[in-house]
């Protein structure tokens, strides 16, 4: 600092002639003056405390301007520091993470992600990172690849999106991903991803969903001897009452045992994303006309009367036996089951442009409001639903919603507790 | 003894109470029903005995019920016998295809009832043999 030292050079020699000034007056003091001199000595003395002042307020000007130097000089050295600091974390974080630019393109991956990829830290600058992600064949229900670069574009975060991941060697591995918009000192978009390794728990899951699904199979065989058997028995002749009474419970439990093993077995394929919707051309009076047939007899053991309506004869629809049938019996088999004796239960089927729309509703013991949100999911049962109706394994909506998302549709309801619950699903007459 | 007016009926299920169950329904039709327990000794069995028809299940030891199918298809008389396939529904996308390709049918073990299919059994030979009396030779 050049000025600075100029600066202090010209205090100095002014605090030193002060000084001399100072001594000159006391000096003169001493030894009688005349009063001319002491006019001047003044003079001296006045331009000496100026010059004090002006170095005083000088050295402050310094010490301000050394502090400030020195805050600056700091501030650099805490910026490099803290900037080391963040880029090690960044570098030598275990969770893969990788920058991107507003197109996807990698511009810099740290060390987790250069071993998740297999190759070294540079390898992929300039790729895009999208180009990694490969559909599976299998699953048809893992997250909508193609949306991810759209939903960054436009600022969105993205959340633990489950995906499958190609690595330049070939290995498939499956993760977890989470990126973030951001921008850099120059305003341009960067994107941050996080990958997370969740192949093994992947295959634990389906490990599990295969043993239910394998274990389900298996108890089809012995379930179907027990049936055949019953028939013979009922066929054999010469029974009592009593037991041609034991035999009908019999076959019940055997009946019950079958309708729970396609349950779990429905659940499986559906969380394995195993189901292939298969669509056919489908007249619709026969179609729910059919599923209605199935609760005759319940409904008419408990007095209840089922409304329905219909499309006419001939009307057509494109879809999934299979799924629509899970769709509609599952709903109306709750309807007739959660409705007490001499109520009533409605089934109404109309079509809208290129919609279906089905309503079944009922005057059961409807939904209380706490339990509504969780309806959807595996397992749940509401609290009155448990208490009221033991029969239950609470699969049978999670089946219904995602049955219904396979067919693209919606599903929603209105219930209240007491009074009946209104299910109305919406899918499309002429699937893809 | 075979009995000439009536059908032989060959019952391949390794499942002991299915196959019971089979043999004694078509028993009680005037069948005379013929069974085994794995697929080797189904196919042996069906070579050598000549039945009038077949009830193949799927999954089975030794042999599965689609390879029987197959090497039944390349003998000579093999290749016209009539069979209808059981199964459970997991092998469904499996056979199907290959089921009905070959003109034959399949059951679903776990939903069909045993009087339905012995009414299948019935029917399918009556319409192959113009009745349910074996024809003279």
Redesign the interface.
């Known amino acids: 600092m050049n000025s600075g030292s100029g600066m202090r050079a010209l205090s100095a020699s002014f605090t030193l002639f002060f000084l001399l000034c100072a001594g000159a007056y006391f000096a003169l003091q001493y030894y009688t003056v005349p009063t001319e001199y002491l006019k001047d000595a003044f003079y001296i003395a006045s331009f000496a405390v100026i010059a004090l002042i002006t170095a005083v307020f000088h050295q402050s000007l310094l010490i301000s301007m050394s502090a400030q130097s020195l805050a600056r000089h700091m501030t650099k050295e805490m910026l490099i520091y803290s900037r080391e600091f963040f880029s090690e974390l960044y570098r030598g974080s275990p969770v893969p993470y990788v920058v991107t630019d507003n197109d996807g393109l990698i511009e810099s991956i740290n060390l987790a992600a250069a071993r998740f990829f297999g190759v070294s830290q540079d390898a992929l600058d300039g790729k895009n990172i999208y180009s990694f992600f490969v559909e599976d064949g299998e699953h048809k229900n893992a997250t909508d690849i193609s949306l991810i670069p759209e939903y960054f574009k436009r600022g969105k975060y993205v959340n633990d999106a489950e995906l499958l991941l190609r690595r330049p060697d070939g290995m498939t591995r499956w993760v977890m991903l989470s990126l973030f918009p951001c921008t850099d000192a120059q305003g341009s978009r960067k994107g941050m991803l996080t990958l997370v390794d969740v192949t093994k728990q992947k295959y634990v899951d389906k490990a599990k969903t295969e043993f239910v699904s394998l274990a389900s199979h298996q108890l089809r065989t012995p379930i179907s001897g027990m049936k055949w058997n019953i028939e013979l028995l009922e066929g054999s002749g010469g029974l009592s009452e009593t037991q041609s009474a034991y035999i009908t419970k019999i076959k019940r439990s055997a009946e019950r045992m079958d309708s729970l093993v396609t349950d779990f077995l429905s659940v499986s394929k559906l969380d394995l994303g195993t189901f292939v919707p298969e669509y056919k051309e489908v007249g619709m009076a026969t179609f729910f006309t059919g599923v209605a047939d199935e609760y005759a007899e319940l409904s008419a053991h408990k007095s209840i009367t089922v409304k329905t309506a219909f499309p006419a004869g001939g009307e057509m629809m494109r879809t999934d036996v299979h799924l629509l049938q899970m769709v509609t019996s599952n709903l109306l088999g709750n309807a007739v089951k959660y409705t007490n004796e001499g109520g009533t239960v409605s089934f109404f089927v109309s079509t809208e442009e290129d919609e279906i729309q089905i309503v079944i509703g009922d005057t059961g013991i409807g939904i209380p409001a706490a339990d509504q949100e969780m309806l959807f999911s595996k397992l749940f049962r509401a609290s009155n639903a448990r208490t009221l109706v033991t029969d239950g394994t609470g699969l049978g909506l999670y089946i219904v919603k995602e049955a219904v998302r396979i067919l693209g549709g919606t599903i929603s309801f209105v219930s209240k507790e007491g009074e009946g619950s209104t299910f109305t699903v919406v899918v499309p007459r002429s699937a893809r | 003894m075979e009995d000439n007016q009536t059908f032989t009926i060959l019952i391949v299920e390794d ?1 002991t ?2 196959r019971e ?2 043999t ?2 078509l028993t009680y039709e005037k069948f005379s029903v013929l069974a085994a327990d794995n697929g080797a000794t189904g196919l042996g069995m069906a070579l050598e005995k000549h039945p009038d028809m077949i009830l193949l299940d799927v999954i089975m030891p030794h042999m599965d019920g689609l390879t029987v199918l197959q090497k039944l298809r390349e003998d000579s008389w093999g290749k016209e016998v009539p069979v209808i396939v059981m199964t ?3 092998d469904l ?1 499996k056979i199907a295809a290959v089921v009905t390709a070959g003109g034959d049918e399949y059951v679903i ?2 939903e069909i ?3 339905s299919l012995v009414a299948k059994v019935k029917d399918r030979l009556a319409r192959l043999n113009g009745g349910l009396q074996k024809p003279h030779k």
Request: aromatic share 0%; net charge negative.
């Open positions: 499942d109470e299915l169950a089979l004694t329904a459970v529904l997991d996308e073990k776990s009832t045993l009087g």
